[in-house]
Every structure is written in structure tokens, then in C-alpha cells.
């Protein structure tokens, strides 16, 4: 009996929702929007990105 119990609780806790599931499209990101990428647009950070990246280019 208990081992009935113990295997319904382990079965239990596999449970996934089907609602959960998102299914993956090439190029197509389907989470929450990101607020910091609006900052991409800034031209000042472009530039001190650029900058940053230019000097890690020898790696």
C-alpha cells in the first residue's frame, strides 16, 4: 500500500502542463518582451559597444 502511495506521489510530480509547451520557429523569439532592447537604439551605447568588442577581436 505504501508503495502505491510512493509511486503515485513520484508520478505525481512528473506531471508537466501541456499549456506550458512553446513550440521553437527559427528567428522568431516568442518571450515576454525585453525592455533593454530598446537601448540598442541608443547610438551612444552602439559606439561603446563597438568599441569594446573592436578590442577582443584578437582573441
Known amino acids: 500500500m505504501a508503495a502505491l502511495g510512493l509511486t503515485a506521489l513520484a508520478l505525481a ?3 508537466e502542463s ?3 509547451v512553446t513550440l521553437h520557429e527559427p528567428g522568431v ?3 515576454p518582451s525585453d525592455p533593454l532592447r530598446n ?3 541608443d547610438g551612444e551605447l552602439q559606439q ?3 568599441q569594446r568588442f573592436s578590442g577582443q ?3
Request: glycine letters at 12%.
Open 29 to 31: 523569439y516568442k518571450g
Open 18 to 20: 501541456p499549456d506550458d
Open 39 to 41: 537601448k540598442l537604439d
Open 13 to 15: 510530480g512528473c506531471y
Open 48 to 50: 561603446s559597444l563597438e
Open 57 to 59: 577581436t584578437d582573441r
